[in-house]
């Protein structure tokens, strides 16, 4: 039990309702080696060659610039691979994935952890009593007000759009009748340099009861749980579970949320995270970021990584967004 004097009285607090953060460990980078549709998985094993092919001088790379490293350490590097089990299922886990590793593995490239898409959206099989990921981000969302804003936006939570600025003025009444002569006004970037990239991102579709949630969206929740700052009232998420390689399941809710193929694997959550991936998701990157750049994250889960990382003497960026950096190789 805890006490705390308050205006003369004294007020007992049950120390057990303040959870505790779990901690999680850490790599120096998590590093994905691509995300694809289930379109480009149907395309076959030559797609898949190709993919890794693209992305193999680039995994070089990104293990090149994370060091050197305090005291001549060797540099902590997971890699990790999303498929999108969300949006569509044209097939299994058991006919889907082998290949796939394959596939790496005749480039020379090993993927240390596999995630399910639809985790970021849905509430953990093996933690039904939680919250969905997606819904839970959703309420750590502290929109940024444009100078001069009035309040007439609706707040995110109803609109399900999310903007990096001041969005172009909505008059109720045409320029003919108007009499202030109101004239158009274009939207502007909060904190542009010189011009503006102006950019309006849409969370989710359909009603409230039956979401889906935007691919801009489940992304940013997937670079959080990489960064290892999601917590659910103090318990860490998506945690990895071990799995054989050589068997995998005909469903693909039989598959855990996040599985841990290399039991010699780096830690899944790391410092910083790098994405290697086809140019088209440059968009959807994007609006990853001025998402980040608005999600509230528990001062408890930063404070650990401060303090971790500080101790190995390593440059961690203070902002969340900053912790991202990607890859657009051309032709992939």
Same mark, same amino acid.
């Given at each position: ?7 003369? =009285? ?42 890794? #092919? #693209? ?21 902590? /590097?997971?890699? $990790?691979?999303l498929i999108d ?11 889907? /994935? ?9 480039? &020379?490239?090993? /993927? ?68 202030? &002569? ?23 579709? &359909? ?7 935007? $691919? ?24 990895? =579970? ?11 809710? #039989? ?9 010699? #694997? ?32 528990e001062p408890e889960?930063?404070?650990?990584i401060t303090d ?25």
């Amino acid at each position: 039990m805890g006490a705390a004097v308050n205006g003369g =009285r004294t007020v007992f607090r049950e120390t057990s309702a303040q959870p505790r953060t779990e901690s999680v460990p850490f790599s120096h980078l998590s590093l994905e080696l691509g995300h694809l549709y289930m379109e480009d998985f149907i395309e076959g094993p030559e797609r898949l060659r190709r993919h890794f #092919a #693209a992305v193999r001088p680039w995994v070089e790379a990104a293990r090149t610039g994370v060091g050197p490293l305090p005291a001549g350490g060797r540099p902590r /590097i997971s890699t $990790c691979f999303l498929i999108d089990d969300y949006f569509s299922r044209l097939s299994t886990p058991a006919e889907l /994935i082998p290949p796939l590793l394959r596939a790496a593995a005749d480039t &020379g490239l090993t /993927i240390d952890y596999l995630a399910r898409e639809s985790a970021c959206a849905t509430t953990d099989p093996a933690h039904r009593d939680r919250a969905a990921l997606a819904e839970s981000v959703l309420h750590r969302l502290v929109e940024s007000p444009p100078p001069g804003s009035s309040g007439f936006r609706p707040p995110v939570s109803r609109t399900g759009w999310l903007t990096n600025g001041r969005r172009t003025p909505t008059h109720r009444t045409s320029a003919a009748l108007d009499p202030t &002569g109101a004239a158009w006004e274009p939207p502007s970037e909060t904190g542009a340099r010189g011009h503006s990239v102006f950019m309006d991102v849409e969370l989710w579709s &359909g009603p409230e009861e039956e979401r889906t949630w935007s $691919c801009a969206f489940l992304a940013s929740v997937w670079q959080l749980v990489r960064l290892g700052l999601l917590r659910d009232n103090g318990a860490a998420v998506l945690t990895p =579970r071990d799995w054989d390689p050589k068997e995998f399941p005909a469903q693909w809710d #039989a598959l855990p949320a996040v599985v841990r193929l290399n039991p010699l #694997a780096a830690p899944f959550t790391a410092y910083a995270t790098c994405s290697i991936l086809p140019a088209r998701f440059l968009p959807v990157e994007h609006a990853v970021r001025v998402i980040l750049d608005q999600v509230h994250v528990e001062p408890e889960a930063l404070r650990q990584i401060t303090d971790r990382s500080a101790r190995e003497g390593v440059t961690v960026p203070t902002g969340v967004v900053d912790r991202t950096s990607y890859v657009f190789p051309p032709g992939l």
